[in-house]
């Protein structure tokens, strides 16, 4: 049965482990969000995949976002680069409201991806790389984030439905 591992940090300085069973299919792929609530705005940017990571061709809005998303990739380039466009109010609390590209993963595996910071529309708009148990917007899941002014952010939910951990 494989394991998908990672610690996660919390409240400054308490680390947890984080797991999700590869046993069944998890999601695997890029995600983010303009984190404009109620307005009509959007946020772009790319991944660029490697060489392990298949072209993330399945796309969806999770939860409510104010303008669906979009993603543009060239089918002929299985590596080249991504462009996610989304709209959505934040990956965080209880329930996400994001854009995501994926794949399913079942079985060990990682995430290898070059990610290009996003359009700064706002200081917590994210782009960034995850992996979530299911589509629901209260799913678990971990990801690593850029963020419009406040860097780089690890961030998990560890049970359906609780808040988020950075």
Same mark, same amino acid.
């Given at each position: 049965? *494989?394991?998908?591992?990672?610690?996660?940090?919390?409240?400054?300085? #308490? =680390?947890?482990?984080?797991?999700? $069973? $590869?046993? $069944?299919?998890?999601?695997?792929?890029?995600?983010?969000?303009?984190?404009? +609530?109620?307005? $009509?705005?959007?946020?772009?940017?790319?991944?660029?995949?490697?060489?392990?990571?298949?072209?993330?061709?399945?796309?969806?809005?999770? *939860?409510?976002?104010?303008?669906?998303? !979009?993603?543009?990739?060239?089918?002929?380039?299985? !590596?080249?680069?991504?462009?996610?466009?989304?709209?959505?109010?934040?990956?965080?609390?209880?329930? &996400?409201?994001?854009?995501?590209? !994926? +794949?399913?993963?079942?079985?060990?595996?990682?995430? =290898?991806?070059?990610?290009?910071?996003?359009?700064?529309?706002?200081? =917590?708009?994210?782009?960034?790389?995850?992996?979530?148990? &299911?589509?629901?917007?209260?799913?678990? !899941?971990?990801?690593?984030?850029?963020?419009? =002014?406040?860097?780089?952010?690890?961030?998990?939910?560890?049970?359906?439905?609780?808040? #988020?951990?950075?």
């Amino acid at each position: 049965m *494989g394991m998908t591992e990672a610690e996660c940090g919390t409240n400054g300085g #308490t =680390w947890l482990p984080y797991s999700c $069973n $590869n046993a $069944n299919s998890n999601f695997v792929g890029a995600g983010g969000l303009s984190w404009e +609530h109620g307005a $009509n705005m959007k946020a772009s940017w790319s991944v660029q995949c490697c060489r392990d990571l298949p072209l993330l061709t399945e796309t969806t809005d999770i *939860g409510n976002v104010n303008i669906p998303g !979009y993603t543009t990739y060239n089918s002929l380039e299985p !590596y080249g680069p991504v462009k996610l466009v989304a709209s959505g109010s934040d990956i965080w609390g209880r329930s &996400d409201s994001f854009r995501f590209a !994926y +794949h399913t993963m079942q079985g060990d595996g990682s995430i =290898w991806a070059k990610v290009h910071k996003p359009i700064v529309t706002d200081s =917590w708009v994210k782009s960034g790389l995850m992996i979530r148990a &299911d589509l629901s917007p209260s799913s678990q !899941y971990a990801g690593m984030f850029y963020t419009g =002014w406040n860097g780089l952010k690890m961030q998990t939910r560890i049970t359906p439905g609780a808040g #988020t951990n950075a």
